[in-house]
């Protein structure tokens, strides 16, 4: 009886322990949860279940979309183009802790894997036209998250409602976007509704200048936000002749010579540089917009108006009207930007906060990655 105690104690004992070790060996590695989506490059990213540390780099619009959506809470890192944008916009007044984000992880355009890691980001948020940001972040053992600008054949106010859907699967929440895809789904029928009617003679020449400088003239063609942005406000894109973005001479402009003419915030470039032909190289004195002094800078709200950002239906309103003020007299475009900063950004715009969105600073240019 005495040995089958002992033998039946030391079993006891010997259960206890091994518990005992499995308990602290699954305390010191708990299991992390993790959950999958699909990008829009048709990648499989596996993320943590909760993400709370969120960079975006190459994909600068979405910051519009992403404080819109959530602020800047678990935003950890920006690229400097971002918050250059920020400093001299309407999204400082939304988000006015957006200049105090990290942004030193991204130098001229390219990511240090270094400098990414101290930040610790659950993801990174790329855009799908840079994938050295998708290496970069992956070769580090970071999940990164593809936005692509061409989802829907660059149709800016479309192609954001997919980035908020995109976002908020990324962030793991549900986000109800039903009272702005109403509002901007409306905005888009009825100006396609009133410029139906118009025959090609009666829509304007117009062209768009992404980049300018004494040795850059960049006009987009086919398969861009330029060529979206005029014939769905209902003008003629004279570069559709060209695909793409790409180098053109001053003679081609001589050639195309459009009633109207847009500068992008990609560039540093403002309408009296055309008027005084400030840029070596280029005579636009001839020129009819030139002449009839329709050159104008792309404003600058809550972020910068040639790419998709959420302030898009405004662009679409703005030129449509630009292009065709009789069709949209009733119209009081101001009006309209100040009722939908206070409904969707909860902020109170002043007449000189729409003056300063039509008439960007030099300095809040940069350049955009394709």
């Not at 702005?180 to 118009?198: C, H, P, V």
């Not at 009789?326 to 930007?337: G, P």
Request: aromatic letters at 10%.
């Amino acid at each position: 009886m005495k040995n089958n105690i002992i033998k039946t104690t030391g079993l006891i004992l010997c259960f206890t322990f091994l518990m005992t070790a499995c308990t602290k060996k699954t305390e010191q590695k708990p299991v992390t949860e993790t959950r999958t989506i699909v990008d829009q490059v048709g990648h499989t990213v596996v993320l943590p279940k909760e993400v709370n540390r969120v960079v975006i780099a190459s994909v600068w619009p979405l910051a519009s979309a992403y404080c819109l959506m959530f602020g800047t809470d678990k935003l950890v890192g920006l690229d400097p183009a971002i918050i250059s944008a920020a400093e001299n916009s309407m999204l400082i007044k939304v988000a006015p802790d957006i200049v105090k984000i990290e942004s030193g992880f991204s130098k001229n355009g390219s990511l240090n894997a270094e400098e990414l890691l101290k930040l610790k980001p659950d993801v990174v948020l790329y855009a799908t036209g840079v994938m050295e940001d998708y290496d970069i972040a992956t070769q580090a053992g970071i999940p990164a998250v593809g936005f692509s600008l061409s989802v829907k054949d660059f149709n800016a106010v479309e192609t954001i409602f997919t980035w908020m859907d995109l976002l908020a699967e990324v962030m793991g929440t549900s986000y109800d976007t039903s009272e702005y895809i109403e509002y901007a789904d409306k905005m888009q029928k009825m100006i396609a509704e009133r410029l139906s009617g118009l025959s090609e003679e009666e829509k304007p020449a117009a062209m768009i200048i992404h980049r300018y400088s004494d040795t850059t003239l960049q006009i987009p063609g086919t398969g861009t936000w330029g060529d979206y942005w005029i014939t769905a406000s209902g003008a003629r894109n004279v570069a559709n002749e060209n695909k793409g973005t790409p180098q053109v001479t001053v003679e081609e402009v001589y050639r195309w010579n459009p009633d109207r003419i847009y500068i992008t915030n990609f560039s540093d470039a403002i309408p009296e540089d055309l008027y005084n032909n400030t840029f070596q190289n280029y005579d636009w004195s001839n020129i009819r917009a030139v002449k009839e002094k329709n050159v104008y800078k792309m404003p600058l709200g809550i972020y910068r108006w040639y790419v998709t950002n959420t302030d898009s239906p405004l662009t679409l309103l703005w030129l449509a009207k630009e292009h065709h003020p009789d069709l949209f007299a009733d119209i009081d475009v101001n009006q309209e930007i100040k009722e939908f900063y206070k409904k969707f950004y909860k902020i109170n715009l002043s007449d000189a906060d729409i003056q300063q969105i039509y008439t960007p600073k030099r300095e809040a240019a940069g350049g955009i990655k394709k």
